[in-house]
């Protein structure tokens, strides 16, 4: 899997560039606000139709331009594919494989795989649930069509409940749909319990193996957590459905006093645990780096089991927030795929992984 060109225009910072990338490593350097991760974030809206840091669509449109246009050429199997995007102000965004358009953003998934690496993800031990969902919903809206799918149904029956919630006092015919909303989020919610259970499942034995390597025999522990309700996360979505309409009516009277969705799979998270003890309480810094680089090395290993070939890996300025012993741990462990690493010091890093260097400058690429 790797991505042989781009072409972007209005994307971001970027007016108009055209740029081929190096099959092995491409260090992407300059100085900060230049355009870096804007790039990394060209690639990665083309395996799932969203960006990793924007609420909004219309945020990646640049200022100035009406509209915004992606093309990336591709390797994918062995087979040479386009994948372009189109967005524009006040219309529904679109997006083309191979000249044909696609009906929905979820028919990307699998066409281009790619494992994101941030900063941030270096905390997700100890933040709050919503970093660590990310996780789950990432790797599998490229993996399994049926999961983006059901995730973006998901999102969009959230939201009006919330609106209806938030709305009741002033529109109390609202309240009209609310059962209607309350069922099919249940259902929705039975799905991506299901991946999410079976994708942990997976996961867990590749991130404690890697672990244990790079701690000296700390053992690492993830364990999915959804309402409680749910006997058995792995059982079929049919036997699921009645456990969280159950969890669901329980609720019922507190979401209307707090306008707020309190039932569904929202709500999950998941445990990690280092010797049994949990990371997010008992975790030294330098413990909860490691676990968090485990884990997102095995979703790598993860991706290269499911497609039979890497997964581009995109890492956003990571490699200065580690020290010298995890940066050569994870520069050990990820080769035999394409690499994209965002960094200031670009001479160094190349050095490091041999990589070709692209400086960016307001928004060009040398």
């Known amino acids: 899997m790797r991505v042989d060109s781009m072409i972007l225009e209005g994307f971001r910072n970027y007016g108009t560039q055209q740029v081929e990338f190096d099959p092995g490593v491409n260090v992407i350097t300059g100085d900060n606000a230049q355009g870096k991760t804007n790039l990394l974030e060209s690639v990665y809206f083309l395996t799932c139709g969203r960006s990793f840091r924007a609420r909004y669509d219309r945020e990646l449109i640049g200022f100035g331009h009406e509209k915004a246009y992606l093309c990336a050429g591709i390797d994918s199997g062995g087979r040479q594919q386009k994948l372009e995007a189109k967005l524009s102000h006040g219309v529904r965004k679109q ?78 015919s609202l309240l009209d749909a609310l059962d209607e909303y309350n069922y099919r989020l249940c259902e929705l919610s039975s799905v991506l319990i299901g991946y999410r259970a079976r994708f942990i499942k997976t996961l867990a034995p590749k991130a404690a193996e890697i672990h244990r390597e790079f701690s000296g025999g700390e053992e690492l522990g993830l364990v999915y957590r959804t309402v409680k309700t749910v006997e058995d996360a792995l059982a ?131």
């Open 95 to 172: 997006f083309f494989a191979n000249g044909a358009r696609l009906k929905t953003a979820s028919e990307l998934s699998g066409r281009l795989t790619a494992v994101l690496f941030l900063p941030d993800d270096l905390y997700m031990v100890r933040e709050g649930a919503a970093s660590r969902r990310r996780l789950m919903d990432n790797c599998l809206c490229q993996l399994r069509p049926a999961y983006a799918a059901a995730l973006s149904e998901f999102s969009r029956c959230y939201e009006q409940k919330t609106r209806i919630l938030r709305d009741r006092l002033e529109k109390p």
């Open 236 to 366: 079929q979505p049919s036997e699921i459905l009645p456990q969280l309409l159950a969890h669901q009516e329980a609720h019922k009277r507190a979401e209307l006093e707090s306008g707020l969705c309190l039932s569904g799979a929202h709500k999950d998270d998941l445990e990690i645990c280092i010797n049994g003890n949990p990371a997010k309480e008992y975790a030294s810094q330098g413990q909860a780096r490691t676990a968090a680089l485990s884990i997102k090395l095995a979703e790598r290993e993860l991706h290269r089991a499911d497609r039979n070939e890497a997964p581009v890996l995109l890492l956003d300025d990571v490699l200065s927030e580690l020290d010298a012993q995890r940066q050569n741990f994870i520069l050990n462990r990820i080769g035999g795929g394409q690499i994209f690493i965002t960094c200031c010091d670009g001479g160094r890093t190349a050095e490091l992984t041999g990589g070709r260097i692209y400086t960016v400058k307001g928004g060009t690429i040398v």
